[in-house]
């Protein structure tokens, strides 16, 4: 059963590591790390990873409630005390999160904004409307080898 994307960010966030020299997530660069694990998994599984809809807005693919959720925090990063609790994924929930984290952490929020914004499923959805499944499993299914 779908998570909530609020569920999903938790664990995002959990994996950063400032101790370590990591980078706490920042609003504008969770979404996209939202949008990049709902698209790779709805590709390879044709089953959504959490429930809420992906919505095209002006700096890229925002799920609104987490959105909101996160917003008092501006840029800055969310720090990891408001992770209070952890959802239990499976096995292939949990190595798809981790893959496009370990992946896609690498780049900024700026790039990530740019990336999403060269991609066919923001690039096709007017701004404010939803980004449709059929729409991420098009695009992403491309990228995945069997």
Same mark, same amino acid.
């Given at each position: ?48 990873? %959490? ?55 690498? %780049? ?39």
């Amino acid at each position: 059963m779908p998570y909530s994307a609020l569920d999903i960010s938790k664990y995002l966030i959990s994996k950063t590591n400032p101790e370590e020299g990591g980078e706490l997530l920042s609003n504008m660069k969770l979404q996209k790390l939202l949008y990049y694990c709902q698209g790779f998994y709805y590709a390879k599984f044709g089953e959504k990873l %959490f429930e809420d809809n992906i919505y095209a807005w002006q700096y890229g693919p925002v799920v609104k409630d987490v959105y909101h959720s996160f917003k008092n925090f501006g840029s800055n990063g969310i720090p990891l005390a408001v992770v209070d609790k952890i959802a239990t994924l499976t096995v292939n929930e949990m190595k798809m999160v981790d893959e496009v984290f370990n992946y896609f952490n690498q %780049f900024s929020a700026i790039k990530l904004m740019n990336m999403t914004h060269s991609e066919e499923p923001w690039i096709s959805t007017q701004i404010t409307n939803e980004i449709t499944l059929d729409k991420l499993k098009n695009h992403f299914e491309k990228f995945l080898t069997a």
